[in-house]
């Protein structure tokens, strides 16, 4: 496995592997990797024929208020876990290489990022959309992949893809969870026990909201009542937004039918977890 610092030197490395005729898979990440990354890479491995793994704590999508210093940077282990599932390089670039002095491009898209994530962390977006699009630019990547566990992340990125004809296919895994259904995440290593044992709450509002809708229920009002209230049960949990959602344009449904997608922020302590689950009615 190779370790490359520099986007020049990437981008040869992409060259190689499309001369002699190989599919390159990419995983882009901000470090601090858990089993979902690896599920990941592993589906990157089935698909692809060369696998690259982006380490990059990405300043732009980070608000003035957020965790950016405090943000988990194990880039050992992570190193050590690329190598475990059988990455071909990992790229490892400084800020300074992906945003040079006097950098000024951003990449913006607009209806999707307007709610819930984009609403709650202004700016957040298109510090993904840029460095995702100067990613795909430097690796040449053929598929992408992503976890659904940020799922309006994803629809921006593809949204981003198809209105820029980037030829990369976005490909979307399962969110891995714990054994109580706590989605995994970077920033879960920043709770305490019990922190720990009150983000389950997440989990229980989502499947108290399926249930419901397994019974017949059709009101999204009804259906987002559910999740608050299983929310407001446990004293560690601060909602920050629930909703329901049609799965395609993020669009809060009065009525649920056809795709949706429950969503929901919470804060737990200091810690801010999001998590979602995709629910197909007739």
């Known amino acids: 496995m190779r370790t490359i610092r520099t986007g020049r030197a990437i981008q040869a490395w992409a060259r190689e592997r499309h001369a002699s005729g190989q599919k390159i898979g990419f995983v882009p990440t901000m470090g601090a990797l858990h089993e979902g990354h690896a599920s990941l890479i592993r589906a990157a491995k089935r698909g692809t024929d060369a696998v690259a793994v982006s380490i990059f704590v990405n300043p732009l999508q980070f608000g003035r208020h957020e965790d950016l210093i405090q943000y988990p940077r194990p880039v050992a282990e992570d190193v050590r876990l690329c190598r475990r ?12 290489e992906i945003y040079p002095e006097n950098f000024q491009t951003k990449v913006r898209v607009r209806k999707l990022t307007e709610r819930y994530e984009g609403q709650s962390r202004p700016g957040h977006f298109e510090g993904v959309t840029t460095v995702l699009a100067k990613l795909f630019h430097l690796i040449g990547p053929d598929r992408a992949f992503f976890g659904q566990k940020d799922y309006q992340q994803a629809l921006v990125v593809k949204q981003m893809v198809r209105d820029l004809d980037l030829p990369v296919k976005i490909v979307v895994g399962p969110t891995v969870r714990e054994m109580d259904g706590l989605a995994l995440s970077s920033r879960n290593r920043f709770l305490s026990s019990p922190e720990r044992k009150a983000a389950g709450a997440l989990f229980k509002a989502l499947t108290a909201a399926k249930s419901l809708l397994r019974t017949g229920e059709r009101s999204a009002k009804k259906v987002r009542d559910t999740m608050i209230r ?3 049960d446990e004293p560690l949990a601060r909602l920050e937004y629930a909703a329901v959602a049609d799965a395609a344009t993020l669009d809060e449904l009065r009525v649920v039918k056809g795709r949706a997608v429950l969503l929901l922020a919470v804060w737990i302590g200091k810690t801010r977890l999001i998590d979602n689950m995709v629910i197909a009615c007739p």
């Open 85 to 96: 599932q059988g990455v071909d390089v990992v790229f490892l670039p400084p800020v300074r």
């Open 230 to 232: 299983r929310i407001g």
